[in-house]
């Protein structure tokens, strides 16, 4: 891959872990330092339940980050007497509406407890990364590219149903073109893309999603089948997301979630259907899922899966691994998508 010119750092934020690439111009890609960490969620969710277990009061203070391990371990452990205490920004990473926190049991506020234990928020782990860059001789790179799924700011509506009717509209607004999944700057809605370039004004940020699609066609067996048709899906550890794409044309895409379709044969099922351009919106909302898009029927040459649950959810796909590292594909598509946006490189 020829790529820019100057170092970055590629960060892709899952529920389960945060998958990390540093890449350099002076070596091959698959050189690069790359390192698969806990995501910052999990972290923070460990954070609390250790103090929880030493019976200390809990105060969370930084910017909006994305829920799962932190959330669920506060919902155990309130119930149990933790005494948890948020600012506000930290607050909205429970859930957008601040009333529902409050009634949860967490306070509100800016001042910490006597004796709390301060846990940061943030998607973004920048010190902690610096310091273990540090340790290993490692510069730091002023270029920075972040992947986040965002469900975006939606206090009065589900948030399922917000972040695909987002996707929606940017696709129709692009006509389907697969670069209407760049967003750069991100919409002012997408409220953990934001706190990220709050804090570093020069990112890249871009949905994980859209991410994990341009990096699985950095995979020769896929890139070769586009033109006739793909079907890419996504099985991340929260959420599978799949494509549709004849050429640089979206057919269709819809948003589940991993646990659900880990029953056998559950996400063919909805691939037919979208394949052959039934699959509605309801139909996978209903099922808990996100939703669902069709813009036109697409007969695919090839169904291609890439992510953690890629082997429990389509085992017969073809297993995508783009530069030989499938854990990598949404730092490959934010590499790829750097490239279309940020500098000159055709």
Not at 82 to 90: Q, R, Y
Not at 284 to 303: E, K, T
Request: proline content about 7%; aromatic content about 6%; glycine content about 8%.
């Amino acid at each position: 891959m020829k790529g820019p010119s100057e170092p970055i750092l590629l960060l892709d934020i899952g529920r389960g872990t945060q998958d990390i690439l540093l890449y350099t111009p002076d070596q091959p890609v698959e050189n690069s330092i790359k390192m698969i960490l806990p995501s910052p969620n999990v972290i923070a969710g460990l954070a609390i339940e250790k103090a929880a277990l030493e019976g200390k009061p809990v105060h969370l203070e930084g910017p909006v980050m994305g829920g799962g391990k932190n959330s669920q371990t506060i919902k155990q452990w309130l119930p149990k007497g933790l005494k948890i205490s948020a600012t506000h920004s930290a607050a909205l990473s429970i859930r957008d509406n601040l009333d529902y926190v409050k009634k949860l049991g967490v306070t509100i506020t800016d001042t910490p407890p006597k004796d709390a234990v301060i846990i940061r928020t943030g998607d973004y782990m920048k010190a902690e990364l610096q310091e273990t860059f540090s340790r290993f001789g490692i510069p730091y790179p002023k270029n920075l590219a972040v992947a986040v799924q965002d469900h975006g700011y939606s206090p009065d509506m589900s948030n399922r149903k917000f972040r695909f009717l987002h996707m929606k509209e940017r696709l129709e607004k692009g006509n389907w073109n697969i670069n209407s999944l760049i967003q750069d700057p991100p919409s002012p809605s997408m409220t953990r893309m934001q706190a990220i370039r709050d804090t570093e004004p020069n990112a890249l940020v871009m949905d994980t999603g859209a991410a994990a699609v341009l990096g699985a066609l950095e995979d020769p067996v896929i890139r070769k089948a586009q033109d006739k048709g793909v079907t890419i899906v996504n099985a991340g550890n929260g959420h599978t997301l799949a494509f549709t794409i004849e050429g640089d044309e979206i057919c269709g895409v819809f948003e589940h979630h991993s646990r659900v379709l880990l029953n056998e044969g559950s996400c063919q099922k909805y691939l037919t259907k979208l394949q052959d351009g039934t699959l509605t919106n309801e139909e996978v909302f209903d099922d808990h899922g996100h939703g669902a898009a069709v813009n036109r029927p697409c007969n695919p040459s090839l169904i291609a899966v890439t992510g953690p649950n890629r082997s429990i959810i389509l085992p017969d796909a073809y297993q995508a691994a783009p530069h030989g590292d499938m854990m990598l594909t949404g730092c490959f598509g934010l590499l790829s998508i750097w490239m279309k946006t940020r500098t000159n490189n055709p």
